[in-house]
C-alpha cells in the first residue's frame, strides 16, 4: 500500500471571488501539497497559461516517488548543489537558492483546464489571481502524464515523419527511457531560471524593464530555457527535452489553421519556436540531411546552440537597461531581425520549418488526453476511500 494514501479536502476556488477567499484556498492548498498528500483535489476557476479563467474539477497524484528519483538521477550525474553554483556564479544574486516548490502531478481524473490536455503547468499564486510577494509564496505543479501524452502521441510522431534513421534513434534512445524524469527535472529547474539573470520575472521582474506580457514572456522562457541546458549539459536528455517540445509542441502550434504563421503573433512560445529553429540551423545542431532531405541532429551541439543564446539574450537585456527610449521598441526590432516579418501579416513561419510542419500535418498538435478514471468514478471512490479511515 502506498504511504499516506489520503484525499485532501476537495479545494473550492473562484478566481473572482474575494481575496480573503482565493488566499484561503491557497493556503489549503499549500498546506495538503506539503504534508504529503498522495491525492489533491481541486474545483473551481482557475486561470492556467493556455486557457482563460474557466471552471475545472480534478483530482490529481502527487508523485512523491518520482520527484525522489529525480533528485537520486541529478546526484548521480553531478548534484544541486553544484548546479544552483553555476546559477549562482552566472547571477550573484540569485534568489532563493533551495530545490524550489515545484511538485511532480499525474491528473487521475478531471475535466476543464487541468486536464484538457493543453496545459502543461499550474502556477501559483497567479493561478488564483494572486500576485506573489517573494519567491517562498510561488509553487508550481507539472502535470507528468499530460507531458508524457504531448511526447508519444505528438513530438516523437513528428521526430519519426521529419528526422533520418540515425536522429530519431538517438532521440528516442536517450530521451524515451528517462522522459518523466526529464519532464520533471527540466521544470524545476526552468523556475530556477526565472529567478536569474537580467530577464528574472519570480517573484517579480526587474523593476526597470517595462514590457507587454508577450514581450517578456518571448525573453523570459527563452532566457530560462537556455540556462537549464547550458547548466544541466550532463544531461543530454534536458537539451533534447527542450529542443523537441519547442519546436513541436509550441512552435507547431496552430499551424493547421495558420500555416503561414501559427501562432507566431498571438502566443510567445510560438514565436520562441521558430525562433529556435534558425539559431539550430545557424549553429549546425539541425542540418539537411542530403540523402533522404530529412533533418539529422546534432546532440553535441545543442547545448552550444543554448549557451549563444544566453549570451544574446543577455546582451539585448543590458541594451534595454541602458536605453532611454522605449524598451519595447528595442525587442521588437530584435525579434524582426530575428524570425521574418512582413508589414502586412506579421511573423512567419520560415520555409524550411514549414515544410517540416507539412510533414507532420496528420499528427495532432494537441493529442487527446485521457484520464485514468472517469470523474464520477473517482468522486465515489474518493468518498469510499475516506469513509473507510474514519
Known amino acids: 500500500m502506498i504511504p499516506n494514501l489520503t484525499f485532501s479536502p476537495l479545494q473550492r476556488a473562484d478566481f473572482n471571488g474575494s481575496l480573503d477567499d482565493r488566499k484561503k484556498v491557497l493556503s489549503e492548498l499549500e498546506m495538503n501539497l506539503e504534508s504529503g498528500k498522495i491525492i489533491i483535489t481541486m474545483q473551481g476557476n482557475f486561470h492556467l497559461t493556455k ?65 484538457c490536455g493543453s496545459n502543461i503547468f499550474a502556477f501559483f499564486p497567479e493561478a488564483l489571481g494572486i500576485r506573489p510577494r517573494t519567491p517562498t509564496d510561488v509553487f508550481g505543479m507539472e502535470f507528468i502524464d499530460i507531458w ?101 509542441w509550441f512552435g507547431r502550434r496552430g499551424y493547421r489553421e495558420n500555416p503561414i504563421s501559427g501562432l507566431t503573433n498571438e502566443d510567445n512560445d510560438g514565436w520562441l519556436g521558430s525562433y529556435l529553429w534558425e539559431k539550430l540551423r545557424a549553429t549546425g545542431a539541425i542540418a539537411r540531411n542530403e540523402l533522404n532531405h530529412k533533418w539529422k541532429i546534432n546532440g553535441e551541439k545543442l547545448v552550444e546552440t543554448y549557451q549563444n543564446i544566453t549570451t544574446e539574450i543577455d546582451k539585448l537585456g543590458a541594451e534595454c537597461l541602458n536605453l532611454e527610449r522605449p524598451q519595447q521598441e528595442l525587442i521588437d526590432n530584435w525579434m524582426r531581425s530575428k524570425v521574418e516579418w512582413k508589414p502586412a501579416i506579421g511573423f512567419i513561419v520560415s520555409d524550411e520549418l514549414r515544410e517540416l510542419f507539412e510533414r507532420c500535418s496528420l499528427i495532432p498538435e494537441v493529442p487527446h488526453f485521457s484520464t485514468a478514471m472517469s470523474l464520477a468514478d473517482m468522486r465515489s471512490l474518493g468518498e469510499e476511500f475516506n469513509r473507510e479511515l474514519t
Open 51 to 115: 486557457t482563460q479563467v474557466q471552471f475545472s474539477e480534478a483530482y490529481l497524484l502527487h508523485d512523491h516517488q518520482l520527484e525522489q528519483s529525480v533528485k537520486w538521477w541529478l546526484n548521480e550525474r553531478i548534484s544541486f548543489e553544484k548546479i544552483i553554483a553555476q546559477y549562482h556564479s552566472y547571477d550573484a544574486h540569485l534568489m532563493w537558492q533551495d530545490w524550489p516548490r515545484h511538485y511532480a502531478m499525474r491528473v487521475l481524473a478531471g475535466s476543464g483546464p487541468i486536464a
Open 148 to 248: 508524457n501524452n504531448i511526447f508519444q502521441q505528438s513530438i516523437f510522431p513528428c521526430v519519426h515523419e521529419g528526422f533520418d534513421h540515425q536522429s530519431q534513434l538517438e532521440v528516442t534512445s536517450i530521451l524515451s527511457y528517462h522522459l518523466d524524469q526529464a519532464i520533471y527535472l527540466a521544470a524545476v529547474f526552468h523556475e530556477i531560471g526565472h529567478r536569474a539573470g537580467p530577464w528574472k520575472v519570480s517573484p517579480v521582474s526587474h523593476p526597470q524593464l517595462k514590457l507587454s506580457r508577450f514581450h517578456w514572456g518571448v525573453v523570459g522562457e527563452i532566457a530560462t530555457d537556455s540556462l537549464l541546458v547550458a547548466h544541466l549539459s550532463d544531461f543530454p536528455e534536458i537539451a533534447y527535452f527542450v529542443t523537441l517540445q519547442r519546436l513541436f
